[in-house]
């Protein structure tokens, strides 16, 4: 297997992939030019030797600590259902905003689009139309 050289950069994007945040993110973090970032991140995402990477020392981590994102998700789950029935709403929210981070559906993933999650919908809802702007 021939070895691949990175960059300084791209090894920082890397270990900044490894902590969750988005391609835009890491590459903020791994200090690639501010306004090349977004295309930055999208290029090494296309990167197969990078990426490859990446798989590999998360393997390596989840095989470490014995967790996964199943494994987290069914953490999170646990203590949601916990607080629910503790009647403790902050910490119920607290673990829904975990969930949604495992996924990427937190407010820094720099999407247009967004996902609500409704943890106790109110007694009366009002249905509004949405429109494609």
């Given at each position: 297997m021939a070895v691949t050289r990175r960059t300084t950069k791209q090894q920082a994007w890397i270990e900044a992939m490894l902590t969750g945040v988005t391609p835009t993110a890491a590459a903020r973090i791994a200090k690639y030019p501010v306004k090349a970032c977004k295309v930055r991140g999208c290029?090494?995402?296309?990167?197969?030797?990078?990426?490859?990477?990446?798989?590999?020392?998360?393997?390596?981590?989840?095989?470490?600590?014995?967790?996964?994102?199943?494994?987290?998700?069914?953490?999170?789950?646990?203590?949601?259902?916990?607080?629910?029935?503790?009647?403790?709403?902050?910490?119920?929210?607290?673990?829904?905003?975990?969930?949604?981070?495992?996924?990427?559906?937190?407010?820094?993933?720099?999407?247009?689009?967004s996902t609500v999650i409704i943890i106790n919908p109110p007694k009366s809802v009002k249905s509004v139309e949405s429109e494609v702007v």
């Open positions: 290029e090494n995402v296309s990167k197969r030797n990078l990426m490859e990477e990446i798989d590999r020392r998360r393997a390596s981590i989840s095989k470490k600590t014995s967790r996964t994102v199943e494994s987290l998700d069914d953490m999170y789950q646990a203590a949601y259902d916990l607080a629910m029935t503790s009647k403790q709403p902050a910490a119920a929210g607290s673990n829904v905003t975990g969930i949604a981070r495992l996924y990427g559906m937190d407010k820094d993933n720099n999407l247009k689009d």
